[in-house]
């Protein structure tokens, strides 16, 4: 593969299978420049590919400064946006798959797919469509998830701290250089 303007574009060779393109400068919202979600070095670069289907996948690029100075590409999958493959399966819960590309955003896949089911849970209940053992399994569940609240609350004062942290590290040092 050779680049065009680092980190902006990439041409793939022939026989490639869909069409890969780069997905904004660095430190765009959609990615380069925050921590991968798979890995969590910082992402260099944040390949968009094209299936013929039409589908969309993520790959993020990290480049690696090996002991010997020659730079490495490690690179990880993040999934699609959306899922198309098991979507059937999940809509009547109220459930949109989506890959680890939506985790570079603002939201969470995990709070996405609590609301998500919490609102059909309620459409289920006012329309008397859920069989009572299934509900009975539900409060089970969900009594289980309250116990994280407090620990979830703790954790989060704990990461921001730690992330504030390792911003102003990251200012005072002026980027990042990653070993092999």
């Not at 260099?44 to 990290?62: N, P």
């Not at 996405?112 to 919490?118: G, K, P, Q």
């Not at 859920?130 to 569940?141: C, E, M, Q």
Request: charged content about 25%.
């Amino acid at each position: 593969m050779t680049f065009k303007n680092f980190g902006m574009s990439l041409n793939t060779p022939a026989g490639t299978r869909g069409l890969a393109q780069g997905v904004g400068p660095m430190g765009s919202e959609l990615g380069p420049g925050k921590e991968c979600p798979r890995c969590h070095l910082p992402i260099d670069f944040l390949e968009r590919r094209k299936t013929r289907t039409g589908q969309v996948y993520y790959i993020a690029w990290h480049y690696i400064r090996g002991p010997d100075g020659t730079r490495k590409v490690k690179k990880c999958y993040l999934g699609p946006r959306t899922y198309r493959h098991g979507q059937v399966t999940h809509e009547p819960m109220g459930v949109e798959l989506h890959g680890m590309v939506v985790d570079l955003g603002d939201t969470s896949r995990y709070a996405d797919y609590l609301m998500n089911m919490a609102k059909n849970l309620q459409d289920k209940m006012e329309h008397h469509a859920l069989p009572s053992i299934h509900a009975r399994a539900i409060v089970k569940a969900i009594e289980e998830l309250a116990g994280l609240i407090e620990p979830m609350r703790q954790y989060i004062e704990e990461k921001a701290r730690e992330e504030e942290e390792l911003a102003k590290a990251r200012a005072e040092g002026g980027g990042h250089d990653t070993q092999a």
